[in-house]
């Protein structure tokens, strides 16, 4: 297939429209994973009739990830073969409203492609509920919307701000009549964001709405932030509180589309966004010249990147999906696949043994709903059924045990002193039969 490069990179990688069906001429690009994510705002009411053909070519082409279908349009992100993911993509794009999908590509690390096929030993497999690389997992979802802002009338097709290439960024926000706003997630913006924008700290992009509503009704918007901090001093009409100018930003872009046109319904007036998103601008703009200040959140493996999209300093706390730092690490909160300061007081004691039982099936086979799903792997003919694993581990003085180990202990105690009566007992038979029997006789 041809591709040509298009649009701007997003929530996770470079962008591509499908021209043609002609092959590559190289066979180790062919065969080489990537993840691509796209979306396209369109009017798709008959969305419903494309899940099922479009999960069978995934299926069939091995492609993994997670499709959001909506009368709004279409959202993805998915990995495999360049070739698979040309065809997927190609095949969404046969019908019309969805032609000029707005992509971005990223290429996989070993490990992700290992987690892509099920053979890691290092690394839980769920970065996110749609995690592109589950192995030979694919998800296609009917939903309300691409984007879940919880107004479905709120549509960028009729109206959406205006796009504002990474070259051009800094000066825009760099106008004082300009109030920039991170359209993102306080766990998003917790590890980076522009300078001096405005942190709405919402848990979720359904919030935002009400966040406007309150932002520009009853407080000034320039200096606040999630910890607070003294208000400006309150004017009396609410289009004096409006901003002359909002310059608005998220990963890929895709919020922004739909936070812009629910503004301009508000009657705002001057609504900008920029195009691309932040990994957009990331890897575009120079560090020297760059106005972004720590680390960009990403929905994938990588957890975070930093300038020229290079691997961030971040990883993933697994219990709650929320990027973790160094020093997050250290706290006596974090657990490895359990918790971490910001989740470990929200979960009670049976969600946290939950995630340590999960923990321990992955350690022991390496994956979880992986190609032998649960049953004794193929692959590894020297390793122990899992009550033994379990057994051993129980008796091991270096780790604690776990109600499962006791479990899996008492079972096989019992099964050997079952098994040792089991062989004894003819033996005391005939005993008591033949040989106690004799020795009266001879008396």
Request: net charge neutral; charged share 30%.
């Amino acid at each position: 297939m041809t591709i040509t490069k298009c649009f701007s990179r997003s929530a996770r990688t470079d962008p591509f429209i499908i021209t043609g069906t002609s092959g590559s001429n190289n066979p180790n690009l062919e065969s080489t994973l990537v993840v691509v994510s796209f979306y396209k705002f369109a009017d798709f009411l008959d969305h419903a009739e494309m899940r099922k053909p479009l999960k069978e070519l995934c299926e069939e082409l091995r492609v993994s990830g997670g499709i959001i279908l909506a009368p709004e349009g279409i959202n993805g992100s998915i990995c495999g073969t360049r070739e698979s993911v040309e065809k997927v993509l190609g095949f969404i794009q046969t019908d019309d409203r969805l032609k000029g999908l707005r992509q971005v590509e990223s290429p996989v690390s070993p490990e992700e492609e290992a987690i892509h096929h099920g053979h890691t030993s290092s690394s839980p497999l769920a970065a996110g509920e749609d995690a592109p690389f589950r192995w030979d997992h694919v998800r296609v979802k009917l939903k309300k919307e691409i984007v879940t802002l919880g107004m479905p009338s709120v549509s960028p097709t009729e109206m959406v701000g205006k796009y504002v290439k990474p070259r051009e960024w800094n000066a825009l926000i760099s106008d004082p009549d300009t109030v920039v706003i991170d359209v993102r997630n306080n766990y998003e913006t917790r590890i980076g964001k522009f300078k001096g924008a405005v942190d709405p700290c919402t848990t979720a992009f359904r919030e935002f709405p009400s966040w406007v509503e309150d932002e520009f009704q009853h407080a000034e918007t320039d200096g606040v932030n999630c910890s607070g901090g003294s208000p400006g001093k309150e004017t009396k009409s609410r289009k004096a509180k409006m901003p002359q100018k909002v310059a608005m930003y998220c990963t890929g872009g895709i919020r922004c589309e739909k936070a812009s046109s629910f503004l301009l319904n508000k009657g705002f007036k001057e609504v900008y966004h920029l195009e691309g998103g932040i990994l957009k601008y990331l890897e575009e703009v120079p560090k020297s010249e760059s106005l972004w200040e720590g680390e960009c959140f990403v929905f994938d493996k990588r957890v975070s990147v930093e300038h020229g999209l290079e691997q961030g300093t971040f990883k993933l706390c697994y219990g709650c999906k929320q990027p973790v730092s160094g020093a997050d690490m250290e706290a006596s909160e974090w657990e490895y696949g359990v918790s971490c300061p910001y989740c470990y007081s929200s979960k009670s004691e049976e969600e946290k043994e939950r995630a340590r039982a999960r923990q321990r099936q992955f350690e022991t086979w390496g994956i979880i709903g992986g190609p032998d799903k649960g049953r004794r792997s193929a692959s590894k003919p020297d390793k122990l059924m899992a009550g033994e694993t379990a057994m051993f581990k129980f008796l091991s003085p270096r780790r604690r045990p776990q109600s499962t180990d006791i479990q899996a202990a008492a079972f096989w105690g019992v099964a050997a002193g079952s098994t040792a009566l089991w062989i004894v007992q003819p033996f005391d038979w005939i005993k008591k039969t033949f040989l106690e029997k004799e020795d009266s006789e001879g008396k």
